[in-house]
């Protein structure tokens, strides 16, 4: 497969999930800001947004309309939903050849129709619209791709994109731990809910729900179901045949945050719950660097080929 192909499938995956990811972590706050009188609401706009990885104006006191507009429809900035999906549908464009004409006229259609604003009344539908054409995108792509190189970049950006944001999920229930979001609220943003109680039969508590959005090996959308997932599509795609050891520093990093994770106790774990979702995110980011550099390097020096004497 051709490494521009290659890339751009990745990174279709990356976006698509990443669309998803943000209308669920803008849907649960921007509704609690609404419902909470006591949140400050500036502090609260400007702490989603850093979490988030967008600059932070300072010029100005922000609304939840400034985060919808910043997060959600603004088409140029990279963190928002509507970039999002143009980026997911561009990159679809490149690898035309290889697209089936479902998925393209899916993300085409979806991004011809993203608006321009919405209104505080229909806030949750426009979340709810975007959560159901990333399913419809990616349920293509399950059902209809054979499990060749194809599918393990389209996975494989899928997966790392997904720990991502699960990681920022759960750091933002501690921006404001007094008034932030309950974990019910939580785990349903995720569709995580009825799984949740079906492993746990009782009512959320902090340590079981962090484990479960954490640990969970059986869970989709936990952190370690998407670890483990990225890892297997570099297996797959480049088979080990060194006998000790890991070559791969994809593998490495993704290796590595999932021992730490996996081996570490839940209580320490949620002592310092943002640094340790801050170093998810840290090694998600070096991992996909590190595919970048092995699978699609972009600045690769020519070298000329003489002919032979």
Not at 34 to 54: K, Y
Not at 81 to 107: D, F, K, M, P, Q
Not at 193 to 214: H, I, Q
Not at 289 to 309: K, V
Request: with cysteine; glycine share 4%.
């Amino acid at each position: 497969m051709l490494s521009r192909i290659a890339e751009s499938l990745f990174w279709i995956g990356r976006y698509i999930e990443r669309s998803d990811g943000t209308a669920r972590i803008l849907d649960v706050h921007l509704q609690l800001l609404l419902e909470d009188p006591w949140i400050e609401e500036d502090l609260a706009c400007r702490s989603l947004l850093s979490v988030m990885g967008s600059s932070v104006p300072e010029d100005k006191t922000l609304t939840r309309q400034d985060v919808l507009a910043i997060l959600a429809v603004d088409r140029t900035h990279p963190a928002s939903i509507a970039y999002s999906l143009g980026a997911a549908r561009e990159n679809a464009r490149r690898a035309r050849e290889i697209v089936s004409t479902e998925l393209w006229e899916c993300l085409n259609t979806t991004r011809a129709r993203m608006p321009r604003r919405v209104s505080s009344e229909k806030v949750h539908e426009f979340f709810g619209w975007i959560r159901e054409r990333a399913a419809l995108a990616v349920g293509i792509i399950e059902s209809a791709t054979s499990r060749d190189e194809t599918w393990q970049f389209f996975t494989l950006g899928r997966s790392i994109e997904r720990a991502d944001m699960t990681a920022r999920l759960l750091a933002t229930r501690s921006l404001t731990e007094a008034s932030g979001p309950s974990w019910t609220t939580i785990l349903r943003s995720c569709g995580a809910y009825e799984a949740y109680l079906r492993t746990y039969r009782g009512v959320p508590s902090a340590r079981n729900a962090a484990e479960f959005l954490l640990l969970d090996r059986l869970f989709p959308r936990s952190v370690m179901f998407s670890v483990m997932r990225a890892e297997e599509c570099l297996r797959e795609l480049e088979p080990r045949s060194e006998r000790v050891g890991v070559s791969d520093q994809a593998q490495r990093l993704l290796g590595r945050i999932r021992s730490q994770l996996e081996y570490r106790p839940i209580a320490e774990i949620l002592e310092d719950l943002p640094g340790q979702m801050d170093a998810v995110q840290t090694s998600t980011s070096s991992a996909s660097e590190a595919i970048r550099q092995r699978y699609f390097p972009t600045q690769a020096d020519p070298i000329w080929m003489g002919e032979s004497q």
